[in-house]
Structure formats: structure tokens, C-alpha cells
């Protein structure tokens, strides 16, 4: 089975346990072997490339040059890692020149970028490594008849040239679960998440226009394949409350989360008790 | 002095010989119909000789390949078919007066202006041209192969030329004359008319010399022209660095024309991207309302934005002419929703194509449909625009502004209507 | 009125037009030299980038007016303008450009140039120093919780010197130290 360099990023680890451990779960049933990469930290985020494009390359282009070293693709779970690595490899790919500087930094470190291996989000290897026939087989609990609205996320959607993602494997991967797919106006748009550090009120009502625009389309609860969105729809809900006076009561679950629940995983297994806005609708559903 | 012709079966007169009537002559002539084209100026062509380059292959799109290779776009390869072709009579400064009779059977009435120049005889010397301005060649392949000869500014010197000609090609004292033809057929191809913007007075063109249309910036741009291609002001032929140029002057305004020239976005940017990329450091502004680079000629837009051209989609403010010939300009910026200043040093108007003189009383004497001035279709539910009448034709600018491929088209499609008519 | 008495100036009623001759022309290459900026001089200014933007309703300059003054020349307005730090970096706008702009990509080039010239909000300089003193953006702080979940308490593999040190000798760097 199939062996990937494991890039945390900073948020997951910190933040996220359930979104990690379920990680790991659901990669286990498989027979995945995720390796944890040595010696590699943060991603810088998009606010380390908007005020330092070359010192957001050469970070990057060292966690790539790592994975290069066993020769496995990178997965990661957070989209905005997968972001900054995907775009890196891209532009680097793409730019002899600035691959050229970023390796004369990088051979003081004794790495080298050379661009061949791939990064990529974790469902992104789950959907055609794995493959949908084969998890279909691992579905004990199916969700028949709960409906889940996607937060697919900016950075695993856009821009497509570069993130080369299809949005039909999230879509896939809930379907297979025996769950339908909830369709919403805002199914594009942003949580808000980036603009937290600069715009906090404005954050929040981008947070809140997704939240609204999921629930009046019928959801029963969200998923999300990145801790940056968890953050914004899940813990955003509570201060909701306090700037709109509105009450959402939406679960947010990672897509972890939801496949090891239909693979039969129990509540506390998938650390259901960490998300924020209680998902008791789904274990009412498991369970009756 | 009136000369009735009768003839065995009977011509087809096509009036105006531009672009579109050259096309419609000549091919007809091909196929072994004889033709009589007329053009009230000495030389044809129309409005096609003054564009140097042209979209959409940046050269004339009635040539031949071959002759792609050179600049400029007089290496028409109809002077041989009109030189060569017996079935064409050719009757330049002349003036279609009256047309009467019916359908099949018109008799038109020619206004044949002096033929000071017999155009047979002259080997295009330049005798005459050394002795006296009221000579010129327009261009070295001008059809018909001659000079031309002004009379308003006829001197000593023209005298001393008409009898020095080593051909005696020219008489001064040539009288106009008339003669009435009987046709079958007509093909109306009178063209178009830039509009002289003197009555827009925002603009100041005719007050202030630096202001010009576009068909005048095509002829200083033209390597034949008087600066020999290079981009000069008007007021004193210093060299320009600075261009603005306005859409739709004339065009799409209820004062003037409501109607969209077509093709000044077309050939606006054209100008735009031979300046920028042609006329070394020379800066383009484009101000408009859309910009209407329709079907494929959209790649010109690309290649302007790409090459540096500006543009303002709003509308000029204020203009001012400054002591040393240049002009301040304030523009209004629709987008951004401010006022820009700009100073230039020619200012270009892309100004409405209108119908040429004559066209009313012409659509009048057939009974035909006007189509904002220019000649309409016969039928407006038909697919024939081509079809003015029974047994009368239009092609070209004539129906209204249109390019060259376009004119040409059209052309064609009214051969071939004529040659059914004839099976 | 004497010829001594001091002229006070007139009350500004009009708002004098843009000069275009003392705009910056060298901005617009400027930007199409940085990465994915090439695309840049295609805008037509259709404004497809401000209809796909969830957040420039907001704004004083909306995304099409920003690259159309970059493309004008208005180095200094663009790169002190806040909206280019609001953008969310969603690459909606991007995404629809019929005319391929890079739109959110320049944005963040010009972040990066509003950056060098020290025009940096001072929620990023706080960011940029969290990266160069912690090495990440996110440090585990309740490693119970890691361990509840079967996790070790420390994220394996994890090590931040490298990180810093890289970030130290780029810009980042130049941005935290500048302040101290
Ligand atoms: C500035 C400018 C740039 C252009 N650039 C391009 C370009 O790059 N590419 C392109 O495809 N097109 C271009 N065009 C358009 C092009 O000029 C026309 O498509 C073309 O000239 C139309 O040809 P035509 O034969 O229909 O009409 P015209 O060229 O107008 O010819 C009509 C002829 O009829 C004669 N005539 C008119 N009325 C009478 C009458 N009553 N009796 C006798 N004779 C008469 C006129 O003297 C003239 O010779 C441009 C136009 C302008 C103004
Ligand atoms: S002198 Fe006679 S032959 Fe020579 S150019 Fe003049 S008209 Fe023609
Ligand atoms: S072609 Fe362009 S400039 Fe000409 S009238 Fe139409 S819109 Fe105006
Ligand atoms: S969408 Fe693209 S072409 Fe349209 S205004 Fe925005 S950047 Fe320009
Ligand atoms: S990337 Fe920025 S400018 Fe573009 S749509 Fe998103 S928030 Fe708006």
C-alpha cells in the first residue's frame, strides 16, 4: 500500500487533534503509510507570501526538497498548506530563474529543489490512490439520508491552474458515505479565514454569510478539509451569537471525521467531542 | 453633346470604383460581361489608397500573397486586371447625373469631367510635375496609370508642360462632356465619407491644427506621405510623443449619427499599435465609450493593451490649445471615477463614416431604401444585402461602414447575382 | 485691503484632475516583472474581478480600479491602499478574469512591494515576528488534548531552526528587525 511524506503544518497539530488522529485512522483501514516529515515547520501562510515572496518560496521549497529525499509525494491536511506547497511547486516549476535562487539559499541548508515529487491534499491521495470502490467497501455505518453541505475552501479550489483540483472528489468521498451532498448558493466563497488577522468583524460576517447560506439550503451539518475553515465556521458559531444574534447550530466535521464515523469508528475514536457546535444529530443518526 | 449607345447586350454600370466596385467590375469583366465603371475622382481606389496598413493582415487583404512582402498597401493587382481587361470601361471624374428607364433597361446619364490627361498616353515622365504644381501623381501605381492635373491651380508652368509633353498627353483647354449609356444592371459601390468633425466644437478640430481624424493620421503615417512615414505634428512638424485619441465623435450620438461606425475601433487601434510599436518611446491614449474590436479583430485590442496603449473609458472633459503647439487635455474616468490631465501633442478623432455626397439624390432616383443615409436592402426580411432593387445591386461601404473583406464579399455575392440573373 | 495683507489661499472647491506626467510609468513593467504579474497589461477593465469579489463592496478602491491605477502608474495610491491587505486571497477574482490577470496574485505582489517600502500593517509585522521567534504560526500549547487522541504529545519531525533562520535573512527579517 501506499507510503506518503505526512506534512502537518503548524494549525492541524496545535489546534486539530481529531482532524490528525482521524487522519491517521482512516489511512490505517487503508493500509496508508503516512511518514511524518523530519525537519520541517511551518508553511508561512499566505501572510508570509504577501510580505515575503522569497522567503515564502525558499521555506516551502525546502519542505518539497525534504520529501524528494525518500521519493514519497507529500500529503497534507490543510489547504493552506496545500496551497503554499502547491503554488510553490508550480511557480518553481514553471520559473527557472527564481528556482535557480531559491536553490543557491537552499544548498546552505543541503537540500535542493528538483521538482519531483508532488504535493497534495490528503483526500486528493485518498480519492485516487485508494479509490472509491475500495472505501465503499470499508462503509459499516452509512449517513443514508443526511444531508452535507461542503466548504471545499479557497485554497483547495483556486486557483485551479495551479491547485489542479477536482471538487468531485470531495463530493465523492461523502456520497460514498451514503450521505447527499447539499448544495448552496456560497459553495465558492471564502470563510474568512485570512483576513482574521487584519479584519475581524469582517472575518466574522463572511463566516456568517456561509454558515447562513448552508443552513437555508437544508444542511445537517458541514465538512471541511482544512483547521484554518474549521476555525472560522465551527468556533466563529459562538461568537455569532454575540455580533449577529443569530444561532446556527451547524456541525462542522472534518472529512476524516465523517468517513471514519461511516467506517464504524466511534464518537470519541474521531474526537467528536473537540468540535465546537455539538454534533449530536449525526451520533442521534449512527446510533438510531 | 449627347451620344446614345447601343449595344449588342447590354453593360453593367458600377458606380463608385473603390475597394467593392474594383472587385465587382473586374470580376464580372472575368466572366465575360462588360462593364462600365465610374468614378467621380481621377484615380481609383477610393478610400482604400489612403490607409497604408490594413487589418486585418496588416497589409492589403485584396492582394495577392506575393505581394505581401512590401509595405504599404498600393500593389493593387487589379491595375493589371483593369489594364488587361477589354471588358472594362473605365471613366474616371466622372458623375452618374440621371438614371431612368426600367429594370434590365436603365439609361444612365454620365458626367464626363475634362479629360485633361489622356491617361493612354501619358508614360508618367514627370516633366509636367517638374513644371508646374497642377501636376501630380498620387501614387506610383495609381490606376489609371497618369498624372492628374488641377485646374484651380494651373500657371505659366502647365502651359510650358502641355507643350513640352514628349507624348502631347495633355490638354489644357478639355471640356466636360455627357453621354447617356443603356444598362442591365447597376451595382451602387459609392463607398463612405469621413466625417469632418468641424461642427463638434469640443474637439476643436479645423481650429486647432494638431487635431485630426483618424483617415488624416493614416496619411502622416503613411512611408509615401510627406514625412515619409515618420509621426509629425501638423502645426509644425515636430516630431510627436504624445497621442490621445476619442471613439465615437459623430458616431452613436442622436446630433449626428446614430448609428456605430463599425470599424473606427478597428482601425483606431490599429493606429494605436503601428504608433506604439513602430514609432519608437511614443505614448497612445485611447479615451472611449466600449471599444468594439468585433469578431476576430479583437486581437488587436490585446496586442494594444499589451504594447502599452492606454485606455480611458470616459470622455473628454476640456481641451486647450498651449503656446507651443501641444494640447491639455482633462479626461474623465468612468472606471476609476476621477478626472485625468494629459498633455499631447496631436489629438485623433475617430470620426463617423458617413454617407459620401450624392448618396440621397441616387437613393432617390431608384426608389431605393436608406439605411441611415447609406443604400438598405430591398427586402429587410431577406437574406440578400446585397439586393437593392430589380437589377440594382450595392456593395461595400455603400450599405454602410465596413471593411475591406467585407467589402469584398459583398462584391462577390453581387457578381454572382448577376450572373444568375443571366443563366 | 492693503497690497501687505497676507492672501490666504482660495477655499479648494474643485478637486484638481490626476497628473498623468508625474505618475510613476516604470509601475506597470514593475509589476508585470514580479511573478505571475505578466498577464497584468491584458485587463480590459471589465470589472469581472469586483463582481466575483465577496468583500470589495467594501472597499474605497475595488479590485478592476486597482489594477487599472497600476496599470496608470499610481504607485504611491496602490501601495498604501489598505484593501490590498483586506484581500482575502479567496482567488475568486482570479479565477474569473476573462482575460487570465493574475489579480490576486498582483495583490500580493504588491504587498510584497508595499512591504519593502515599509508599508506593512502592523497585525502582519506581529505575524512576520511570531514566524522568526516561534518558527510557525501555531505553537501546541495543550498537549493533553494531542495525547488524548492517541497523538504523541510533540508533533513528530517537527523543528523550526531551519525555518528561522531562512526567514531571518529574507524580508521578514528586514520587517521585524526595522522595528525593534
Ligand atoms: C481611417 C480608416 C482606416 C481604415 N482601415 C482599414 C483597414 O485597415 N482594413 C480594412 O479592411 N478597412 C479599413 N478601412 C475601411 C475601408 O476604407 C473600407 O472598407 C473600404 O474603403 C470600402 O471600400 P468601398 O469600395 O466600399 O468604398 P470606398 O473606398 O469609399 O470607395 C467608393 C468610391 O466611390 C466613389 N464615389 C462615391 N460616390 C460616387 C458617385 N456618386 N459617383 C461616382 N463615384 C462615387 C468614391 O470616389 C470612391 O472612389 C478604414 C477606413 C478608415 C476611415
Ligand atoms: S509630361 Fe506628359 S507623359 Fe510626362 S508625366 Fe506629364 S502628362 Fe505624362
Ligand atoms: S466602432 Fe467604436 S469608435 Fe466607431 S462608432 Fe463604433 S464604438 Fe464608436
Ligand atoms: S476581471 Fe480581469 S480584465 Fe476584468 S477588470 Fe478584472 S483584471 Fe481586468
Ligand atoms: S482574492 Fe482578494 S480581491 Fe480577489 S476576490 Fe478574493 S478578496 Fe477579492
Redesign the interface.
Given at each position: 500500500m501506499p507510503s506518503y511524506n505526512l506534512y502537518m503544518g503548524c494549525s492541524v497539530p496545535a489546534n486539530y487533534p481529531n482532524y490528525e488522529t482521524t487522519l491517521f485512522r482512516v489511512a490505517d483501514k487503508f493500509g496508508i503509510e503516512l511518514i511524518y516529515m523530519e525537519g520541517v515547520s511551518c508553511c508561512g501562510s499566505p501572510n508570509l507570501r504577501a510580505m515575503d515572496y522569497l522567503g515564502w518560496l525558499i521555506v516551502n521549497a525546502r519542505t518539497l526538497a525534504i520529501a524528494e529525499k525518500n521519493g514519497h509525494d507529500i500529503v497534507t491536511p490543510c489547504n493552506g498548506c496545500f496551497g503554499s506547497l502547491k503554488d510553490v511547486y508550480h511557480f518553481l516549476t514553471h520559473n527557472a530563474d527564481y528556482k535557480e535562487k531559491v536553490n543557491a539559499e537552499l544548498k546552505k541548508t543541503g537540500v535542493e529543489f528538483k521538482g519531483t515529487i508532488k504535493p497534495r491534499h490528503f483526500i486528493e491521495a485518498l480519492y485516487n490512490d485508494v479509490g472509491i470502490d475500495e472505501i465503499r467497501k470499508n462503509i459499516t455505518k452509512p449517513l443514508d439520508g443526511v444531508g452535507i453541505a461542503i466548504h471545499y475552501g479557497c485554497h483547495l479550489l483556486r486557483p485551479q491552474d495551479v491547485t489542479e483540483f477536482n471538487p468531485e472528489i470531495f463530493d465523492d468521498l461523502i456520497r460514498v458515505t451514503g450521505a447527499s451532498v447539499v448544495e448552496y448558493p456560497l459553495w465558492k466563497q471564502c470563510c474568512g479565514a485570512t483576513v482574521l488577522p487584519v479584519n475581524e468583524e469582517l472575518a466574522i460576517r463572511l463566516a456568517r454569510d456561509k454558515l447562513k447560506s448552508m443552513k437555508e439550503a437544508g444542511a445537517a451539518f458541514a465538512t471541511v478539509s482544512c483547521p484554518a475553515c474549521a476555525n472560522q465556521l465551527d468556533l466563529q458559531q459562538l461568537g455569532l451569537k454575540e455580533s449577529y444574534g443569530e444561532e446556527y447550530n451547524l456541525p462542522v466535521l472534518f472529512i476524516t471525521q465523517i468517513l471514519g464515523l461511516a467506517m464504524g469508528m466511534k464518537d470519541d475514536e474521531v474526537g467528536l467531542a473537540m468540535n465546537r457546535v455539538p454534533a449530536d444529530p449525526i451520533l442521534e443518526h449512527l446510533s438510531g | 453633346m449627347v451620344e446614345v449607345k447601343t449595344l449588342v447586350s447590354n453593360p453593367v454600370l458600377v458606380i463608385g470604383a473603390g475597394v467593392a466596385g474594383l472587385t465587382a467590375a473586374t470580376q464580372l469583366a472575368d466572366f465575360g460581361i462588360r462593364t462600365v465603371l465610374v468614378d467621380r475622382l481621377p484615380i481609383v481606389g477610393g478610400n482604400a489608397m489612403d490607409l497604408y496598413k490594413a487589418f486585418p493582415t496588416d497589409d492589403c487583404s485584396y492582394c495577392f500573397e506575393g505581394s505581401r512582402l512590401r509595405p504599404g498597401i498600393r500593389k493593387c493587382f487589379y491595375r493589371s486586371a483593369i489594364l488587361d481587361q477589354p471588358n472594362i470601361d473605365l471613366k474616371v471624374n466622372t458623375e452618374v447625373t440621371e438614371i431612368s428607364g426600367s429594370p434590365g433597361k436603365f439609361q444612365a446619364k454620365l458626367s464626363v469631367g475634362p479629360q485633361y490627361i489622356d491617361s493612354k498616353k501619358c508614360i508618367m515622365c514627370g516633366l509636367c510635375i517638374e513644371c508646374s504644381n497642377a501636376f501630380c501623381l498620387p501614387s506610383p501605381q495609381c490606376q489609371p496609370q497618369a498624372v492628374i492635373y488641377d485646374p484651380e491651380m494651373s500657371d505659366e508652368g502647365a502651359k510650358k508642360a502641355e507643350e513640352e509633353c514628349p507624348t502631347k498627353a495633355i490638354n489644357l483647354g478639355a471640356q466636360p462632356s455627357e453621354e447617356t449609356i443603356q444598362v442591365s444592371d447597376i451595382v451602387i459601390a459609392t463607398g463612405y465619407h469621413e466625417m469632418k468633425p468641424v461642427s463638434i466644437d469640443e474637439y476643436g478640430y479645423g481650429k486647432i491644427p494638431n487635431v485630426v481624424t483618424q483617415l488624416e493620421l493614416a496619411q502622416i503615417l503613411d512611408p509615401n506621405g510627406k514625412s515619409g512615414g515618420a509621426l509629425v505634428r501638423p502645426s509644425d512638424g515636430g516630431q510627436v510623443k504624445r497621442v490621445m485619441m476619442v471613439q465615437c465623435v459623430g458616431s452613436r450620438d442622436e446630433n449626428y449619427y446614430p448609428f456605430c461606425s463599425k470599424i473606427c475601433c478597428v482601425y483606431a487601434l490599429k493606429h494605436a499599435n503601428i504608433i506604439t510599436l513602430e514609432r519608437d518611446g511614443t505614448q497612445v491614449t485611447v479615451v472611449y465609450m466600449d471599444?468594439r474590436t468585433y469578431d476576430r479583430h479583437e486581437r488587436y485590442?490585446?496586442v494594444a493593451?499589451?504594447a502599452?496603449v492606454?485606455?480611458v473609458?470616459g470622455r473628454v472633459s476640456r481641451l486647450e490649445a498651449c503656446a507651443d503647439g501641444t494640447l491639455d487635455i482633462?479626461a474623465y474616468?468612468s472606471?476609476?471615477d476621477?478626472?485625468?490631465?494629459?498633455?499631447v501633442d496631436l489629438f485623433v478623432l475617430s470620426s463617423a463614416l458617413e454617407p459620401p455626397k450624392g448618396s440621397a439624390e441616387l437613393i432617390e432616383s431608384l426608389s431605393l431604401h436608406p439605411a441611415s443615409g447609406f443604400v438598405g436592402p430591398a427586402d429587410l426580411t431577406s437574406e440578400n444585402a446585397v439586393v437593392a432593387a430589380d437589377h440594382v445591386y450595392v456593395c461595400g461601404a455603400a450599405t454602410g461602414p465596413a471593411e475591406i473583406p467585407e467589402s469584398v464579399t459583398q462584391a462577390r455575392a453581387v457578381v454572382s447575382m448577376i450572373l444568375q440573373s443571366r443563366k | 485691503m492693503t497690497e501687505t495683507e497676507e492672501k490666504a489661499d482660495p477655499p479648494a472647491v474643485m478637486i484638481e484632475p490626476i497628473d498623468i506626467s508625474k505618475l510613476d510609468p516604470d509601475f506597470r513593467e514593475g509589476i508585470r516583472s514580479m511573478p505571475n504579474g505578466e498577464e497584468l497589461s491584458a485587463c480590459f477593465a471589465c470589472s469581472t474581478c469586483t463582481a466575483a469579489c465577496p468583500i470589495a463592496s467594501t472597499w474605497k478602491y475595488k479590485p478592476h480600479q486597482l489594477i487599472r491605477m497600476i496599470l496608470l502608474g499610481m504607485r504611491k495610491e496602490v501601495l498604501s491602499s489598505e484593501e490590498i491587505w483586506l484581500c482575502l486571497t479567496c482567488f475568486e477574482c482570479q479565477e474569473r478574469c476573462p482575460q487570465n490577470v493574475r489579480v490576486t496574485d498582483i495583490f500580493f505582489d504588491c504587498k510584497n512591494l508595499a512591504a519593502e517600502e515599509g508599508m506593512i500593517p502592523d497585525s502582519i509585522v506581529g505575524l512576520a515576528r511570531e514566524l522568526t521567534d516561534k518558527g510557525q504560526l501555531y505553537v501546541v500549547t495543550a498537549d493533553w488534548e494531542r495525547e488524548d487522541m492517541d497523538l504523541e504529545p510533540e508533533v513528530p519531525g517537527l523543528s523550526t531552526e531551519e525555518f528561522k533562520t531562512i526567514l531571518k535573512g529574507t524580508r521578514t527579517g528586514r520587517i521585524v528587525g526595522g522595528d525593534e
Open positions: - | 471599444i485590442y490585446r493593451r499589451d502599452g492606454r485606455f473609458r482633462i474616468d472606471l476609476l476621477k478626472y485625468l490631465k494629459f498633455n | -
